[in-house]
């Protein structure tokens, strides 16, 4: 896994982490969770890693969201987005290397 993702200037760290609540519930277990102040991705260590990757781009979306100043998120939209570029970059290795390369 990843160890930090860079967004808008902003460093987030990403932790794996056992037996991740949600924030607002400590009964509710979490896939993934942002903190936005302490700049910190957390994603539970027990998930298969197709699933983790998916929780990392669910975060990422949020992240993208949260700075473009959209605060309320609809969870199943964010999940579709997610999986969506997950799948993209998947499926077009060639995508990143051509992107860097055609934007320098």
């Known amino acids: 896994m990843i160890d930090t993702i860079k967004y808008m200037s902003v460093n987030y760290i990403v932790t794996e982490v056992e037996d991740l ?3 607002e519930d400590a009964n509710q277990d979490a896939y ?3 903190d936005y102040g302490l700049g910190m991705i957390r ?3 027990v998930q298969p890693p197709i699933i983790a990757w998916q929780t990392l781009f669910h975060e990422i979306v949020h992240i993208i969201l ?3 100043g959209n605060i309320d998120h609809d969870e199943n939209e964010i999940e579709r987005y ?3 570029f997950l799948h993209l ?3 077009n290795p060639d995508l990143q290397k051509l992107l860097l390369k055609e934007t320098k």
Do not use: D, F, I, Q
Request: no cysteine; aromatic share 6%; hydrophobic share 30%.
């Open 21 to 23: 609540t949600m924030p």
């Open 43 to 45: 994603l539970n260590s």
């Open 32 to 34: 993934g969770t942002v």
């Open 82 to 84: 997610a999986y969506g």
């Open 66 to 68: 949260r700075h473009s």
């Open 89 to 91: 970059l998947k499926e």
